[in-house]
């Protein structure tokens, strides 16, 4: 059955809308925030031909192009059997996956500090056009690797560059880490990418998962295994309610991103771990967590910059065909958390079936829970737009300024709508 | 999932809160150009919920509405339709 979107209700001006539940008394039952104008595209995909779905939906999606653009090719490389790509690969596209999320935190930043946020911007775009993607839609990565180095000119140019950026990511995260928050603490588990020493990495192969109390629930699990850690509640709903299968669905809630990547394991790099330490003692909040994470962008960067294999080396291996019925899944930790493109592999080359579980989706329940808790406690509006600013939906309103977010809150009985 | 359908500038209201006319698919609506002041008459941007959210070059604003006409999935306003699978 073909799906059809009327613009109306993706691009409603209003549509930020909060659904508040009350029982007969009028007290607080649940609060959740109304994802209908993030519709599904899983089911659209059946039948497209398999090596085009990844540039299909990063045209689809657009707002984090990079994020789908590196998580549907890993998906097709996993289709084939493919394992490993080489050291300039794996350079070269972490320094696109790095720019894009520079580049997509850095509006988040006008508002306190708009030196840093222009110039993070510039240079984590100037990051994704020496990684070979100078449109709006990245074309770096290919199935097997890459399609070019990254130039002696493009890296030089970066490089002249990356300590001033390092210092305005830094000065950015101070500021962030002086505020105090007092949002209620999550009960659910974080859930972010990890390197083989455990520590966050947004492009790591091993995924970790953490209780609130800090036990490990998965340590470090490969894509393959996802079908075994993850499922939906409601499968194929724009609110599907993902849980870790093995508390099962409720218990299992999770939540992504920068504060789940933070609560995971320490970060690699030096000054993004000291901040790291200062955010979890602090009981940082998101904005924080996302200014921490952009040092460690940084970090990473200048890093990669000294690396040898970002401007020599194989660019890619051969990959093989798609066997009709093979399931691959592909993962990275975008700006706003985890996202898995899981495809099946179907026949003449067509796909299957797939499965996109972005970030906004996996952490509706946290949303959901921080907006009960502020609708139980008050009907303060700036209340609830905290919450919504806090879990960070893929939506123009989480970065609104304070009173901008324009939140419409409809509340139901639990007899029926009011 | 977050979706992202080119449209084009096509007026400018200033003021502090600039507002953008869009073309989206034939449809005329307003948008917020607070995010992207700068945006210029026949841009192509993103817009979500009444917000621009980025500001596309001309080809690839066209590859991105190909993918969208390749899906098909784009109603007419006057149709009945659902916005989730």
């Keep these: 059955m073909t799906q059809r979107w009327v613009l109306d209700e993706i691009v409603d001006p209003f549509g930020a809308k909060i659904v508040v539940e009350r029982d007969a008394i009028g007290a607080v039952r649940s609060a959740r925030f109304d994802l209908a104008g993030l519709p599904r595209v899983d089911a659209l995909l059946s039948g497209q031909q398999t090596a085009e779905v990844p540039d299909l939906v990063e045209k689809l999606c657009g ?51 708009r030196e840093a946020a222009v110039a993070l911007k510039r240079f984590g775009k100037a990051a994704m056009v020496a990684s070979g993607s ?64 455990g520590g966050p990495d947004v492009l790591g192969r091993r995924i970790r998962a953490v209780t609130a109390q800090g036990a490990t629930l998965i340590s470090g699990a490969a894509a393959s295994a996802w079908d075994m850690l993850v499922a939906e509640e409601f499968p194929g709903r724009a609110a599907p309610r993902p849980f870790l299968m093995a508390l099962g669905p409720g218990q299992g809630r999770y939540r992504v991103g920068p504060v789940a990547q933070l609560r995971v394991g320490e970060l690699s790099t030096p000054i993004a771990a000291t901040l790291q330490t200062q955010w979890l003692l602090s009981n940082g ?17 200048a890093l990669l910059l000294d690396n040898p294999a970002l401007s020599s080396g194989e660019v890619s291996v051969p990959v093989g065909d798609f066997q009709p019925g093979a399931i691959g899944v592909g993962w990275v930790d975008g700006p706003r958390g985890l996202l898995v493109h899981r495809y099946q592999a179907g026949e003449d080359g067509r796909l299957a079936a797939a499965q996109i579980l972005t970030p906004t989706a996996q952490n509706e329940a946290w949303l959901a829970e921080l907006l009960t808790a502020t609708a139980t406690d008050s009907t303060d509006p700036l209340g609830m737009e905290d919450a919504v600013r806090e879990a960070d939906p893929c939506l123009p309103c989480s ?15 639990v007899e029926g709508r009011n | 999932m977050c979706v992202g359908i080119p449209a084009k500038i096509t007026a400018i209201t200033p003021g502090l809160l600039p507002m953008a006319q869009i073309d989206l698919n034939g449809e005329l609506i307003e948008a917020r150009l607070a995010y992207f002041p700068d945006a210029q008459v026949g841009d192509f941007v993103l817009v979500q919920n009444g917000f621009v959210m980025d500001v596309l070059d001309e080809q690839s604003a066209a590859e991105s509405l190909a993918a969208f006409a390749a899906l098909g999935v ?7 339709a659902s916005s989730t699978s």
């Design chain 1, 134 to 197: 100078p449109g709006h839609f990245p074309v770096t990565a290919i199935p097997g690797g890459v399609r070019a180095v990254v130039t002696s000119e493009a890296r030089d140019d970066l490089a002249a560059r990356v300590a001033d950026v390092l210092a305005l990511t830094i000065r950015v995260a101070e500021q962030e880490l002086d505020r105090s928050t007092t949002l209620p603490v999550f009960s659910g588990a974080d859930v972010a990418l990890v390197n083989t020493d």
């Design chain 2, 74 to 80: 784009l109603a007419d306003t006057e149709q009945p």
């Design chain 1, 399 to 413: 970065s609104a300024p304070v009173g901008g977010m324009g939140l419409q809150v409809d509340t139901v009985s």
């Design chain 1, 63 to 113: 707002i984090c192009p990079a994020a789908h653009h590196l998580a549907g090719v890993r998906a097709l490389e996993a289709l084939a059997g493919l394992d490993d790509i080489t050291p300039t690969a794996k350079a070269v596209r972490r320094l696109l996956h790095l720019g894009s999320a520079l580049e997509t935190h850095a509006p988040r930043l006008l508002a306190t500090d």
């Design chain 1, 285 to 301: 909040d998101a904005a924080g967590a996302r200014a921490v994470m952009c040092v460690q962008a940084a970090e990473e960067i």
